[in-house]
Protein backbone atom coordinates (compact mmCIF):
# COMPACT_ATOMS: atom_id res chain seq x y z
CA UNK A 1 0.00 0.00 0.00
CA UNK A 2 1.83 3.26 -1.28
CA UNK A 3 1.02 6.17 0.56
CA UNK A 4 -1.00 8.98 -1.23
CA UNK A 5 -1.59 11.39 1.00
CA UNK A 6 -3.87 14.52 2.44
CA UNK A 7 -2.21 16.07 5.15
CA UNK A 8 -4.71 17.48 6.85
CA UNK A 9 -4.46 15.95 10.24
CA UNK A 10 -4.62 17.73 13.38
CA UNK A 11 -1.09 17.81 14.95
CA UNK A 12 -0.90 19.12 18.05
CA UNK A 13 2.05 19.52 20.52
CA UNK A 14 1.87 19.26 24.15
CA UNK A 15 4.43 20.44 26.27
CA UNK A 16 4.70 18.99 29.96
CA UNK A 17 7.05 20.39 32.65
CA UNK A 18 7.58 20.18 36.35
CA UNK A 19 8.73 23.63 36.64
CA UNK A 20 7.94 26.89 34.94
CA UNK A 21 9.62 27.61 31.30
CA UNK A 22 9.75 31.41 31.14
CA UNK A 23 10.28 31.08 27.54
CA UNK A 24 10.60 28.29 24.88
CA UNK A 25 10.61 28.09 21.39
CA UNK A 26 8.66 25.42 18.89
CA UNK A 27 10.09 25.23 15.37
CA UNK A 28 8.19 23.03 13.03
CA UNK A 29 9.20 22.61 9.48
CA UNK A 30 7.65 20.65 6.05
CA UNK A 31 10.54 19.25 4.23
CA UNK A 32 8.13 18.29 1.12
CA UNK A 33 8.15 21.32 -1.24
CA UNK A 34 4.23 20.62 -2.19
CA UNK A 35 3.05 20.96 1.79
CA UNK A 36 2.04 23.69 3.15
CA UNK A 37 0.25 24.66 6.49
CA UNK A 38 -3.24 25.31 6.02
CA UNK A 39 -3.77 26.03 10.01
CA UNK A 40 -1.69 27.04 13.67
CA UNK A 41 -3.10 27.92 16.41
CA UNK A 42 -2.19 30.23 18.04
CA UNK A 43 -0.82 32.46 15.52
CA UNK A 44 2.83 31.33 15.15
CA UNK A 45 5.20 33.71 13.46
CA UNK A 46 6.09 32.47 9.99
CA UNK A 47 10.50 31.98 9.31
CA UNK A 48 9.83 32.20 5.76
CA UNK A 49 7.09 33.21 3.33
CA UNK A 50 7.25 29.66 1.96
CA UNK A 51 4.43 28.63 4.41
CA UNK A 52 5.93 25.34 5.21
CA UNK A 53 8.13 26.78 8.65
CA UNK A 54 6.67 28.11 11.54
CA UNK A 55 7.77 29.23 15.02
CA UNK A 56 5.88 29.33 18.15
CA UNK A 57 7.27 31.34 21.36
CA UNK A 58 5.47 30.61 24.39
CA UNK A 59 5.85 30.21 28.08
CA UNK A 60 5.28 26.89 29.90
CA UNK A 61 3.50 26.70 33.28
CA UNK A 62 4.50 23.59 35.33
CA UNK A 63 2.52 20.84 35.94
CA UNK A 64 -0.22 21.87 33.88
CA UNK A 65 0.80 21.86 30.75
CA UNK A 66 -0.91 25.20 30.09
CA UNK A 67 1.18 27.50 27.59
CA UNK A 68 1.05 30.87 26.89
CA UNK A 69 2.12 32.22 23.39
CA UNK A 70 4.11 35.34 23.76
CA UNK A 71 3.21 37.45 21.07
CA UNK A 72 -1.00 37.63 21.89
CA UNK A 73 -1.06 36.24 25.44
CA UNK A 74 -3.17 33.25 24.54
CA UNK A 75 -3.31 30.38 26.65
CA UNK A 76 -3.68 27.18 25.23
CA UNK A 77 -3.18 23.23 26.49
CA UNK A 78 -1.39 22.25 23.17
CA UNK A 79 -0.39 24.11 19.56
CA UNK A 80 -2.15 22.93 17.02
CA UNK A 81 -0.86 22.83 13.04
CA UNK A 82 -2.13 21.49 9.84
CA UNK A 83 -0.73 20.74 6.75
CA UNK A 84 -2.04 20.04 2.90
CA UNK A 85 -0.77 19.05 -0.19
CA UNK A 86 -0.78 21.35 -3.37
CA UNK A 87 0.14 20.61 -7.13
CA UNK A 88 4.32 20.97 -6.98
CA UNK A 89 3.32 23.54 -10.21
CA UNK A 90 2.07 25.84 -7.94
CA UNK A 91 4.07 28.70 -7.43
CA UNK A 92 1.96 30.20 -4.69
CA UNK A 93 -1.02 28.35 -3.11
CA UNK A 94 -3.30 27.05 -5.02
CA UNK A 95 -7.16 28.41 -4.95
CA UNK A 96 -8.37 25.77 -3.24
CA UNK A 97 -6.24 23.85 -0.57
CA UNK A 98 -8.18 20.77 -0.79
CA UNK A 99 -6.19 19.87 -3.86
CA UNK A 100 -4.62 16.28 -3.12
CA UNK A 101 -1.13 15.40 -4.62
CA UNK A 102 0.84 12.34 -4.13
CA UNK A 103 3.83 11.34 -1.57
CA UNK A 104 5.36 8.02 -2.65
CA UNK A 105 7.39 6.19 0.20
CA UNK A 106 9.28 2.71 -0.58
CA UNK A 107 9.19 1.09 1.18
CA UNK A 108 5.23 1.04 1.43
CA UNK A 109 4.33 2.48 4.98
CA UNK A 110 1.41 0.39 5.47
CA UNK A 111 3.19 -3.02 5.15
CA UNK A 112 1.09 -7.11 7.21
CA UNK A 113 3.80 -7.39 9.64
CA UNK A 114 4.25 -3.28 11.15
CA UNK A 115 0.62 -2.70 10.69
CA UNK A 116 -2.80 -3.54 12.26
CA UNK A 117 -5.83 -4.75 10.15
CA UNK A 118 -8.80 -4.91 13.11
CA UNK A 119 -12.61 -4.04 12.24
CA UNK A 120 -13.91 -0.46 12.66
CA UNK A 121 -16.02 -1.74 16.03
CA UNK A 122 -12.98 -2.46 17.75
CA UNK A 123 -11.22 0.61 16.45
CA UNK A 124 -11.16 3.04 19.84
CA UNK A 125 -11.00 0.31 22.69
CA UNK A 126 -7.72 -0.82 20.88
CA UNK A 127 -6.20 2.31 19.96
CA UNK A 128 -7.58 4.08 24.07
CA UNK A 129 -5.36 1.18 25.33
CA UNK A 130 -2.52 1.37 22.54
CA UNK A 131 -2.15 5.01 23.49
CA UNK A 132 -1.77 4.44 27.03
CA UNK A 133 0.29 1.63 27.54
CA UNK A 134 2.44 2.06 24.55
CA UNK A 135 2.81 5.38 24.72
CA UNK A 136 1.59 6.44 28.15
CA UNK A 137 -0.52 9.09 26.95
CA UNK A 138 -2.75 10.64 29.75
CA UNK A 139 -6.67 10.57 29.64
CA UNK A 140 -6.72 13.97 27.98
CA UNK A 141 -4.57 13.50 25.42
CA UNK A 142 -6.34 9.24 24.56
CA UNK A 143 -9.92 11.56 24.56
CA UNK A 144 -8.50 14.18 21.82
CA UNK A 145 -6.83 11.44 19.73
CA UNK A 146 -9.69 9.17 19.56
CA UNK A 147 -12.78 12.12 19.49
CA UNK A 148 -10.59 13.67 16.44
CA UNK A 149 -10.17 10.43 14.32
CA UNK A 150 -13.23 8.40 14.77
CA UNK A 151 -15.86 10.48 12.46
CA UNK A 152 -13.01 9.24 9.88
CA UNK A 153 -12.77 5.60 10.77
CA UNK A 154 -16.67 5.38 11.17
CA UNK A 155 -17.34 6.98 7.63
CA UNK A 156 -18.20 5.04 4.42
CA UNK A 157 -19.91 1.90 6.38
CA UNK A 158 -16.12 0.67 6.77
CA UNK A 159 -15.90 -2.97 7.99
CA UNK A 160 -12.10 -2.48 9.01
CA UNK A 161 -9.30 -0.35 9.64
CA UNK A 162 -5.59 -0.24 8.73
CA UNK A 163 -3.44 1.41 10.30
CA UNK A 164 0.14 1.51 11.61
CA UNK A 165 2.74 4.52 13.49
CA UNK A 166 5.01 6.16 11.72
CA UNK A 167 8.73 5.57 12.80
CA UNK A 168 9.84 8.91 15.16
CA UNK A 169 13.22 9.12 12.92
CA UNK A 170 11.28 9.26 9.86
CA UNK A 171 8.78 11.64 10.18
CA UNK A 172 11.31 14.05 11.79
CA UNK A 173 13.18 13.66 8.61
CA UNK A 174 9.83 14.78 6.42
CA UNK A 175 8.66 17.21 9.74
CA UNK A 176 10.95 18.52 11.59
CA UNK A 177 10.83 19.89 14.91
CA UNK A 178 13.02 22.05 16.85
CA UNK A 179 12.76 22.79 20.74
CA UNK A 180 14.96 25.30 22.72
CA UNK A 181 16.02 24.58 25.76
CA UNK A 182 16.07 21.14 24.49
CA UNK A 183 13.41 18.95 26.22
CA UNK A 184 14.44 15.50 27.69
CA UNK A 185 12.18 13.95 25.91
CA UNK A 186 10.16 14.08 22.21
CA UNK A 187 7.90 11.95 21.44
CA UNK A 188 6.10 12.34 18.25
CA UNK A 189 3.21 9.97 17.09
CA UNK A 190 2.12 10.10 14.07
CA UNK A 191 -0.69 7.43 12.76
CA UNK A 192 -1.63 6.53 8.90
CA UNK A 193 -4.37 4.55 7.94
CA UNK A 194 -6.96 3.49 5.88
CA UNK A 195 -10.48 2.00 5.93
CA UNK A 196 -11.71 -1.04 4.17
CA UNK A 197 -15.48 -2.01 3.31
CA UNK A 198 -15.55 -6.01 3.05
CA UNK A 199 -18.81 -7.61 1.88
CA UNK A 200 -17.41 -10.82 2.36
CA UNK A 201 -13.81 -12.46 3.47
CA UNK A 202 -12.73 -13.13 0.08
CA UNK A 203 -13.16 -9.88 -1.62
CA UNK A 204 -10.40 -7.58 -3.47
CA UNK A 205 -10.54 -3.53 -3.71
CA UNK A 206 -8.46 -2.30 -5.65
CA UNK A 207 -5.96 -5.06 -5.26
CA UNK A 208 -6.16 -5.08 -1.73
CA UNK A 209 -6.71 -8.57 -0.65
CA UNK A 210 -8.00 -9.47 2.88
CA UNK A 211 -5.99 -13.19 3.04
CA UNK A 212 -3.02 -11.33 2.18
CA UNK A 213 -2.99 -8.91 5.34
CA UNK A 214 -3.56 -12.10 8.32
CA UNK A 215 -0.46 -11.10 9.89
CA UNK A 216 -1.88 -7.27 10.46
CA UNK A 217 -4.95 -9.00 11.45
CA UNK A 218 -2.63 -11.28 13.66
CA UNK A 219 -1.14 -8.13 15.42
CA UNK A 220 -4.27 -6.35 16.57
CA UNK A 221 -4.32 -9.70 18.66
CA UNK A 222 -1.36 -9.03 20.36
CA UNK A 223 -2.00 -9.07 23.82
CA UNK A 224 1.25 -6.41 24.64
CA UNK A 225 0.93 -3.38 22.93
CA UNK A 226 4.18 -2.58 24.12
CA UNK A 227 5.46 -3.58 20.46
CA UNK A 228 4.19 -0.55 19.30
CA UNK A 229 7.20 0.94 20.99
CA UNK A 230 9.87 -1.04 18.14
CA UNK A 231 7.72 0.24 15.29
CA UNK A 232 7.72 3.96 16.60
CA UNK A 233 11.55 4.07 18.04
CA UNK A 234 13.25 0.28 17.77
CA UNK A 235 14.18 -1.27 20.32
CA UNK A 236 14.07 0.60 23.75
CA UNK A 237 18.13 1.12 23.55
CA UNK A 238 17.73 2.17 20.08
CA UNK A 239 19.15 5.73 19.23
CA UNK A 240 19.06 6.79 23.38
CA UNK A 241 15.30 7.06 23.34
CA UNK A 242 14.53 5.76 26.90
CA UNK A 243 10.73 4.88 26.90
CA UNK A 244 10.93 4.65 30.73
CA UNK A 245 11.11 8.56 30.77
CA UNK A 246 8.18 9.27 28.37
CA UNK A 247 5.57 9.23 31.35
CA UNK A 248 8.36 10.68 34.31
CA UNK A 249 6.59 13.44 35.40
CA UNK A 250 10.06 14.61 36.81
CA UNK A 251 11.33 15.94 33.44
CA UNK A 252 10.49 18.17 30.59
CA UNK A 253 8.23 16.02 28.01
CA UNK A 254 6.81 16.93 24.60
CA UNK A 255 4.35 15.05 23.21
CA UNK A 256 3.09 15.12 19.32
CA UNK A 257 0.04 13.30 18.22
CA UNK A 258 -1.16 13.48 14.32
CA UNK A 259 -2.51 11.70 11.54
CA UNK A 260 -3.49 11.54 8.14
CA UNK A 261 -5.71 8.82 5.82
CA UNK A 262 -4.13 7.66 3.09
CA UNK A 263 -6.58 5.85 -0.12
CA UNK A 264 -4.31 3.82 -1.35
Not at 20 to 47: G, K, N, Q
Amino acid sequence: VYLILHLRGKPVIYVKSPKDIPHMSIYVELRERDWEFSCVYPMAVSTKQSRREVKWDVSVRKDTGVLVEKNAGIEVTYLYWEAVSIPPSYLTPPPSPNTLTSFRSSPPLLQPSTSVLIPTPQIAQYLDKTLQEAFTFDTSARTSFLTYWLPSFLKDNSTHILFTFLPQKEYDEKVPMKVNPKPDVVLRVFMVFRTLCFADEGQVIEDFHLEEWNCARKNAKREDLRWWREIVSGRPDSNGFNWEAVGDERLVRVLEWGGMEVWS
